[in-house]
C-alpha cells in the first residue's frame, strides 16, 4: 500500500521556466514531509523539508508548499536550471516513529537548455 | 567529514544465497536506516538500527535482517535470496532517532539476484 505517491514518473521543462513537482499521500499521521533529489549512481540527497505546523518552507530556488487538507505537497523550482534534472523523491514521516520514512516513487526532472 | 559509505557497490548472486551489505554511516550519526529500491516501487523502508538496538521495521518477511554494531557500522543480511529480491539497497544516517532530521544516504549497493 503506497502511502505516499507521485502520480506524474516524469516532467520536462524548459531552462528559466518553473519547475512543479507533486506528491500525494494518504495517512492523516504524517507530519514532516521532506523531499530528496537524486543523480544516477548517488544515493539521495536531502534538498529542503516542512513540517506540518507550515504550509510553505523557501530555500532559495526551492519552495515547498503543503495543503494538510488534500493531503499534498509540492516542490517548485524557479527558475529552472540543467543541473536540477534528477529523479525527485518526496518522503513523509509521523510522529514517534524514529527515521521511518514513506517515500514516493519518484519524478525523473529533465530540464531543457 | 566522509559521507555514508557502502560496500560493496554491486555483487550479483543466485537464488537461494545469502548475502550481506555493509553500511559504514557518517561520523557521529548513531542512527542508521535501511532502504530497498526498485523500478516503480520508489525506496521502501527495511529497518532502522539506533545504538545497536532494532528501533523500527518495515513491512519486509524474516528473511532480511541487520544489525549494527557499538561503533553504528550497520549490516544487512538477506538470506535464501529470491529473483524478486534484485534492487539497489541504500543505507541512511541520522544523528538520532526522530522524524523531524533528514537522513544522508550513502550510494547504494546494486544486487542482482540470477
Known amino acids: 500500500d503506497q502511502q505516499v505517491k507521485q502520480n506524474s514518473p516524469s516532467l520536462s521543462v524548459q531552462e528559466g521556466r518553473i519547475s512543479i513537482l507533486n506528491c500525494d499521500y494518504t495517512?492523516?499521521?504524517?507530519?514532516?514531509f521532506l523531499w530528496y533529489k537524486k543523480y544516477p549512481a548517488e544515493g539521495p540527497t536531502f534538498l529542503i523539508s516542512?513540517?506540518?505546523?507550515?504550509d510553505k518552507n523557501e530555500d532559495g530556488r526551492f519552495t515547498v508548499f503543503l495543503n494538510k487538507s488534500a493531503k499534498h505537497l509540492s516542490l517548485h523550482i524557479v527558475p529552472s536550471q540543467p543541473g536540477d534534472s534528477a529523479v525527485y523523491f518526496c518522503?513523509?514521516?509521523?510522529?514517534?516513529?524514529?527515521?521511518?520514512?514513506?517515500f514516493g516513487t519518484g519524478t525523473s526532472l529533465t530540464v531543457i537548455p | 567529514k566522509a559521507g555514508v559509505t557502502q560496500t560493496p557497490r554491486y555483487l550479483i548472486k543466485t537464488r537461494g544465497q545469502q548475502v550481506t551489505l555493509s553500511c559504514s554511516p557518517i561520523?557521529?550519526?548513531?542512527?542508521v536506516s535501511w532502504y530497498q529500491q526498485t523500478p516503480g516501487q520508489g525506496l521502501q523502508f527495511l529497518f532502522e538500527?539506533?545504538?545497536?538496538?532494532?528501533?523500527n521495521k518495515g513491512n519486509f518477511p524474516g528473511r532480511f535482517s541487520g544489525r549494527q554494531f557499538s561503533n553504528s557500522r550497520s549490516e544487512m543480511n538477506v538470506s535464501t535470496l529470491e529473483l524478486g529480491d534484485s534492487a539497489l539497497y541504500l543505507c541512511?544516517?541520522?544523528?538520532?532517532?526522530?522524524?523531524?532530521?533528514?537522513?544522508?544516504f550513502g550510494p547504494g549497493t546494486r544486487l542482482t539476484v540470477l
Open positions: 541512511a544516517s541520522s544523528p538520532r532517532t526522530s522524524s523531524y532530521n533528514e537522513q544522508f
Open positions: 495517512n492523516s499521521m504524517f507530519d514532516y
Open positions: 516542512i513540517s506540518s505546523i507550515k
Open positions: 518522503a513523509a514521516s509521523a510522529a514517534n516513529t524514529g527515521n521511518q520514512f514513506y
Open positions: 561520523s557521529g550519526h548513531r542512527s
Open positions: 538500527y539506533f545504538s545497536e538496538t532494532q528501533r
